[in-house]
């Protein structure tokens, strides 16, 4: 009879845990759609990118070629004053849709006609994050091709591009670095 009890018992403090957990409060995550909406109307202006990378304007543009075959919900474009750079936030219906597009542009920007001399990844961004610095036929003649650094959270596929100062070093791989790095904070900071 002891056994019995027993069996009830633990049966019991089961069904209670598993009501519990199912009685619990959703995450608080955002919907594809609704991290769109956030991106759109969010203003950008993370303290680690002043400078070159101030005033921010956010507008929606259309998706690229690429993404709009896997049927993105929308694309924010965040550009700087001076033309100097631009986050491109796509977000994607899915992960995989996010992650297809991503690895076309990565294939892409790795063809022969647009070989880059430098491909690496972005430090301290903790999700894969490649970029793309200086064209291997040099800048001459000027301008170059602008560095770019991508990367996909979640549902989302950010591009960042900075346009390539004649006098900068290492095809501005700071900046990119920095850039990508907000990027991706403003992203988390909204999911």
């Known amino acids: ?41 969010t203003p950008f202006a993370p303290p680690t990118v002043a400078g070159r990378f101030s005033r921010a304007r956010v507008y929606t543009v ?55 001399e430098r491909r690496l990844l972005v430090p301290g961004v903790p999700v894969k994050a490649l970029m793309f610095l200086g064209p291997a036929r040099g800048c001459d003649p000027p301008p170059c091709l602008p560095s770019r650094a991508t990367f996909v959270s979640g549902a989302v596929q950010t591009d960042v591009t900075v346009t390539v100062r004649s006098n900068a070093s290492n095809y501005d791989q700071a900046d990119t670095t920095a850039l990508a790095r907000a990027a991706y904070a403003h992203l988390r900071s909204l999911s």
Request: aromatic share 8%; proline share 7%; net charge positive.
């Open 62 to 116: 259309s998706p690229s070629p690429t993404a709009a075959r896997y049927r993105p919900i929308g694309a924010v474009q965040i550009t700087f004053k001076k033309g100097e750079g631009s986050i491109r936030y796509t977000v994607f219906r899915s992960h995989a849709a996010a992650l297809n597009s991503w690895a076309d542009d990565v294939t892409a920007a790795t063809c022969p006609l647009l070989t880059y």
């Open 1 to 41: 009879m002891i056994r019995l009890g027993l069996v009830i018992g633990v049966a019991g403090a089961a069904v209670l845990a598993f009501g519990a957990l199912t009685a619990a409060p959703a995450s608080t995550r955002r919907t594809p759609p609704e991290l769109y909406r956030a991106l759109r109307t």
